[in-house]
């Protein structure tokens, strides 16, 4: 009776062991994964917070090199800010940003990501000028993953006239 099981690989414990081993490294990985997937999703929305801070810092307090930038070919420029001091934009170098398409404006700010600017009124109504509505960058389209904004108060002022006019800078960011 001693043989009795004698081709029987694994007794009941030896399948429990295996069962339990396997069921532990399964709830092992999934926690690891949804870790990972965390991490990432947060490391995306810290760049495009990056970014929108990048821009939004570029534009408030860099006048542009050359600081003249808005009056000389394009193809002189190195970037394209509107400050002329911190917290203080002209009008004309807005204008000028403006009259330049997507790629352009990209590359004198800097900016290989997605983005917008508007300038708004106290009243959150866009400002108008000789160029339509001081918008830079591209529309939103579809449905972003990731999206950062920040709303500056700037004053805007004009090479014409002695105008101080005070506005808020908002820039989009998204991926």
Known sequence: MRYR???????????????????????????????????YREQRNLTVEYNAHYLADLLVKMPGDPENWHKISVSDVRYGGIAVRRGVILREKIEKLISFPLSTQRRLLGAPFKFNVT???????????????????????????????YRLPVVMTSEQDDAREHVYLRVVVWR
């Open 119 to 149: 300038v708004l009124w106290e009243n959150n109504t866009p400002v108008a000028g000789a160029h339509g509505i001081y918008t830079l960058g591209a529309c939103i389209e579809g449905n972003p993953s990731a999206i950062s904004v």
């Open 5 to 39: 099981n004698r081709g029987q690989v694994f007794g009941i414990d030896g399948i429990l062991a295996l069962t339990v081993t396997f069921l532990s490294l399964t709830v092992f990985f999934a926690i690891w994964n949804y870790g990972a997937l965390t991490l």
